[in-house]
């Protein structure tokens, strides 16, 4: 049987716990905004310089930032494209990449066969006229007009 005091410590330290674990998750949370279409789906996200730990990932103006999507698709892809968007103030403004061509200088080489894992990869310019904003990165990669996936990545142009 235990005792009042040990029942009070234990409820304690759980308060505790409960109390310190929204610091622990706020991790950045890489959301799928991918509709039921989607013919894949990815497994995991990074971001240069962007931590398990920070809450968005900071885009420093005058560099590079690389994001690299591993994913696999339920078809057989003979090509796919990437198309981004920068989400500020609830407005999707469309971001231009140097490469929008998933099977160029991605580290894949099309086609790509179905429920084979695959590693997405690209660097892009944070340019020094971008505004210091936070904003939400809406990444999707296309197969013609076929949706593959898209993620919301929180991120900080700084």
């Known amino acids: 049987m235990m005792s009042s005091k040990s029942a009070a410590i234990i409820l304690l330290a759980g308060a505790i716990c409960f109390t310190l674990m929204p610091s622990v998750t706020r991790a950045a949370e890489f959301a799928n905004c991918a509709n039921e279409t989607a013919i894949g789906k990815y497994t995991l996200v990074e971001v240069s310089n962007c931590a398990d730990t920070d809450a968005s990932c900071v885009l420093k103006r005058n560099s590079n930032a690389t994001i690299s999507i591993t ?88």
Request: aromatic share 6%.
């Open 71 to 158: 994913f696999t698709s339920a078809e057989d892809l003979s090509e796919l494209k990437a198309v981004v968007h920068g989400i500020i103030l609830g407005m999707a403004v469309p971001f231009k990449l140097p490469n929008d061509n998933g099977c160029k200088d991605s580290g894949l080489e099309c086609p790509l066969s179905k429920d084979t894992s695959y590693r997405y990869s690209t660097t892009l310019p944070v340019l020094k006229q971008y505004p210091k904003v936070s904003v939400e990165v809406k990444w999707e990669l296309m197969a013609g007009d076929k949706d593959v996936l898209c993620v919301l990545i929180p991120a900080k142009i700084q």
